[in-house]
C-alpha cells in the first residue's frame, strides 16, 4: 500500500529582483510504499530540498498533488498544517535542531507535549525507544554536554515517539564523524525492518547505500531510480556511483 504518493509535482520561484521566474520541480512523479526505506539524492540545485520541504508541508507546490496517507498535503488549511505535521511526520536534521535549555528527554517529549500528552503516557512511549537507541544514560542530560552521535540518536527518538506515518531524513549524516554515521544507518535501517517508512534526502553515497531504493532528481525531474534487490550495501554503493557520474557528465543509465 502507498503510504505517500507523488503526482505532476512542480514548483516555480520568482526572482526577487526582475521577475524571473525559476522552476526548482517540472514534474516529479513517485509513489513510496509502507514501509519502504527510500533516498534521494541529486547534485546541489536538482530540487531535492524543495522536493522534502514540499512532502513535509513547509512549501506549497505550483502544481502537482502530494498524498500523505490518502490525504492531500497541499490542501491542508494553513492553521491546521503544524498540527498535520506534528502527527503524521518524524523529522531528522543535519543539525539535530535540538533545544539547549531542555534535557534531552524534554527535547523527546516536545511534540507530544504540544499534542497535550500526560507525562505518564510520555514516559511509557519513551521507554521502549531509548532502549533501542541506546539513550537511557543520557536522558537526563543537556544536548551541550553529549556527543554528535548521541544528539542525533535523541533527534531520532524525537521523530519515533509520535509513530509517525513517515519519518523524513535531511542529510541526517552531514554532521557526523563516521563512527556516528555507521551507527546512525545502522539505527535507520534497524527502524525501517520495524515498519517505519523512510524518505531520506541525502549527498553521501553512503547513506544511500543502506536505503532499499534510490531515486535521483535532476533538473527538477526524477531522472532514474535503483531498487536494491539482492544487492549487498558495497554493490548497492557501486550502482549509486556509477548513477551520479552519469548524472554529471550528461551520459545515459541503462
Known amino acids: ?21 525559476v522552476e526548482a520541480l517540472k514534474n516529479v512523479n513517485f509513489l513510496v510504499e ?8 541529486g547534485e546541489s540545485g536538482s530540487g531535492k530540498t524543495t522536493l522534502l520541504n514540499i512532502v513535509a508541508s513547509l512549501d506549497k507546490p505550483t502544481g502537482g498533488t502530494v498524498v500523505l496517507d490518502g490525504k492531500d498535503v497541499s490542501g491542508i488549511k494553513e492553521s491546521a498544517v503544524a498540527a498535520f ?26 511534540p507530544l507535549v504540544l499534542s497535550g500528552k500526560t507525562y505518564s503516557e510520555m514516559s511509557a512511549k519513551l521507554q521502549p525507544i531509548a532502549e533501542q537507541l541506546h539513550i537511557k ?23 519515533l515517539i509520535t509513530s509517525p506515518k513517515l519519518i523524513l531524513a535531511d542529510e541526517p549524516t552531514g554532521a557526523l564523524d563516521s563512527k556516528s554515521t555507521d551507527e546512525l544507518l545502522r539505527l535507520f535501517a534497524e527502524i525501517n525492518r520495524t515498519g ?11 547513506a544511500a547505500s543502506h536505503a532499499g531504493r534510490v531515486l535521483f532528481i535532476k533538473d527538477g525531474e526524477v531522472f532514474h531510480q ?23 557528465t550528461g551520459g545515459e543509465t541503462k
Open 85 to 110: 505535521r506534528r502527527d503524521n511526520l518524524g523529522f531528522v536534521f543535519q543539525e539535530f535542531n535540538l533545544l539547549d535549555t531542555f534535557s534531552v528527554e524534554d527535547n523527546i517529549f516536545l
Open 226 to 248: 535503483i531498487y536494491r534487490g539482492d544487492c549487498s550495501n558495497e554493490e548497492l554503493y557501486q550502482k549509486i556511483t556509477h548513477t551520479l557520474t552519469i548524472l554529471a
Open 137 to 159: 544514560d543520557i536522558l537526563k542530560k543537556y544536548p551541550y554536554e553529549i556527543s554528535g552521535g548521541q544528539k542525533q540518536r535523541a533527534a531520532v527518538a524525537r521523530a
Open 196 to 206: 517505519e517508512t523512510i524518505l531520506l534526502v541525502t549527498h553521501s553515497v553512503k
Open 34 to 41: 509502507q514501509g519502504e526505506y527510500v533516498a534521494i539524492m
Open 1 to 21: 500500500m502507498s503510504i505517500l504518493e507523488v503526482t505532476g509535482l512542480k514548483k516555480t520561484y520568482t526572482t526577487r529582483f526582475g521577475g524571473n521566474k
